[in-house]
């Protein structure tokens, strides 16, 4: 079914499993009413799907938090999701009208997923300077073109963080791939592994890669690792690109 758990205020989430065995029966993972202290450390979340008509692709079916009023800190570290399925703005992970930038997202694993939306979607209420993926792998997942009519975003990033309003568009700010590994990844459009830009959530946000490694990624109209469409360019430090296509 879709109900999914809900937790405490301060709560450590540490070493689950959450596995669907059939795809066609498969619900949600992990709802959060309120975030407070939380830290999710080596958990297994596989073959899961909030809703299988995608009718509110503002859920996410692995871990969503709809409110963040009480948000203290977000530790994300060593978990695996494993064939996460839907349209869903942000598969892996969704928390909305977040006060601070105080979120860990570190050595995570995101593989087999199919064609679908964003893995990840961050929203900041308060204006923040950076936020950080490091050492987090990429592994033979497709992201689809379902969010591109959008006329606020016009694309479907493979991750989504979107800072405090600022005018028409939204605040500057720094996006950091730190030691990130992306293998086998593809997308319909461009940038295969990650694709960012265009839209207004997104064309004020500098993306930044170190160390990062980009093998065998695949893009249809180009950027077959990558591809970056913002007003604040890009940064690509001590990075490794092979056997890319498109």
């Known amino acids: 079914n879709n109900s999914q758990e809900k937790l405490a205020d301060y709560y450590n989430f540490l070493y689950n499993k959450i596995v669907y065995s059939k795809v066609e029966q498969c619900g949600g993972c992990v709802d959060l009413e309120k975030v407070g202290n939380h830290v999710f450390n080596g958990n297994l979340f596989q073959n899961y799907r909030f809703d299988d008509s ?3 692709i503002k ?6 938090c709809f409110i963040s009023n009480n948000f203290v800190s977000f530790t994300l570290i060593n978990n695996t999701f494993d064939n996460a399925l839907g349209n869903n703005q942000g598969r892996c992970m969704r928390f909305s009208d977040i006060p601070n930038n105080q979120i860990t997202i570190r050595n995570n694993t995101i593989k087999n997923c199919p064609s679908g939306g964003p893995f990840f979607y961050f929203k900041f209420s308060n204006k923040i300077d950076d936020f950080t993926f490091e050492s987090c792998n990429f592994i033979e997942n497709k992201i689809n ?4 009519y959008n006329v606020q975003s016009q694309i479907t990033p493979q991750v989504w963080v979107e800072n405090s309003q600022n ?4 605040s500057k700010f720094k996006l950091i791939f730190d030691d990130c590994y992306f293998k086998k990844d593809t997308s319909p459009t461009k940038g295969g592994a990650i694709n960012y830009g265009k839209g207004n959530p997104f064309v004020n946000t500098r993306v930044v890669f170190r160390e990062c490694q980009f093998i065998e990624n695949e893009a249809t109209n180009g950027g077959s690792a990558i591809s970056i469409e913002t007003y604040q360019g890009c940064e690509i430090n001590d990075c490794k690109f092979i056997k890319n296509k498109s």
């Open 145 to 148: 073109n379902y969010i591109d």
């Open 59 to 64: 859920i996410s079916g692995g871990i969503n």
């Open 167 to 170: 005018g028409n568009y939204r």
């Open 54 to 56: 995608d009718t509110d």
